[in-house]
Nanobody
Framework: QVQLVESGGGLVQPGGSLRLSCAAS????????MAWYRQGPGKQRELVAG???????KYADSVKGRFTISRDNVKNTVYLQMNSLKPEDTAVYYC??????????????WGRGTLVTVSS
């Protein structure tokens, strides 16, 4: 079983910055792809950014140039640096990870989410 714990959410003014972290713990062989999703009020959950174990990132068009995803494979942690935040970035942000178990089975896990509110 794998646990994902997010941190770093909060209230920030438009134009401000936040850094989200998500640490994976539990029993697993390795963590492959990791990602951040978000779900805004009245909206469906959407992919914000993803990163492979090798560090290759991908971004939603809406956050390109403003958000940066990174990871530390030793700490099994993924980060999301969010700059130039806009009110439309307000959402619950969820961490997602593909973990390989000791028996070499890949399973997908989700964190409980951290709320980001962008408002003046």
């Amino acid at each position: 079983q794998v646990q994902l714990v997010e941190s770093g959410g909060g209230l920030v003014q438009p134009g401000g910055s936040l850094r989200l972290s998500c640490a994976a713990s539990g029993s697993f062989f390795s963590i492959n792809d990791m990602a951040w999703y978000r779900q805004g009020p009245g909206k469906q959950r959407e992919l914000v950014a993803g990163i492979t174990r090798g560090g290759m990132p991908k971004y939603a068009d809406s956050v390109k140039g403003r958000f940066t995803i990174s990871r530390d494979n030793v700490k099994n942690t993924v980060y999301l640096q969010m700059n130039s935040l806009k009110p439309e970035d307000t959402a619950v942000y969820y961490c997602n990870a593909a973990a390989i178990s000791q028996g070499f089975v890949t399973m997908e896990y989700w964190g409980r989410g951290t709320l980001v509110t962008v408002s003046s």
